[in-house]
Nanobody, 120 residues
Framework: QVQLVESGGGLVQPGGSLRLSCAAS????????MGWYRRAPGKQRELVAA???????NYANSVKGRFTISRDNAKNTVYLEMSSLQPDDTAIYYC??????????????WGQGTQVTVSS
């Protein structure tokens, strides 16, 4: 049983930056994959970025070079640094934690999500 709390979302202008944080608590397996997914209105959920327990990363092509995922194992926290944000990045961003690699949306624990809105 894992609890995930996202933070850092908000309203930002195109070209701006945000840093999302997700703090995990509860029963967490030693070997976990942490990731960020997003869901835009009318669209299916998609994987944005994921990071394994040993630092292996995977990014969606649409965010590669703009977003950076990292984790602090001591704090059980995963971060998503987002730069050069565009309106298409507008979505609810969800944190996910699961056992194993690669990240799979059909399994794992989810946070409540944090809204990211990119608009002028």
């Amino acid at each position: 049983q894992v609890q995930l709390v996202e933070s850092g979302g908000g309203l930002v202008q195109p070209g701006g930056s945000l840093r999302l944080s997700c703090a995990a608590s509860g029963s967490i397996f030693s070997i976990t994959t942490m990731g960020w997914y997003r869901r835009a209105p009318g669209k299916q959920r998609e994987l944005v970025a994921a990071i394994s327990s040993v630092g292996l990363t995977n990014y969606a092509n649409s965010v590669k070079g703009r977003f950076t995922i990292s984790r602090d194992n001591a704090k059980n926290t995963v971060y998503l640094e987002m730069s050069s944000l565009q309106p298409d990045d507008t979505a609810i961003y969800y944190c996910n934690v699961q056992v194993g690699w690669p990240a799979r949306p059909e399994y794992g624990s989810w946070g409540q999500g944090t809204q990211v809105t990119v608009s002028s």
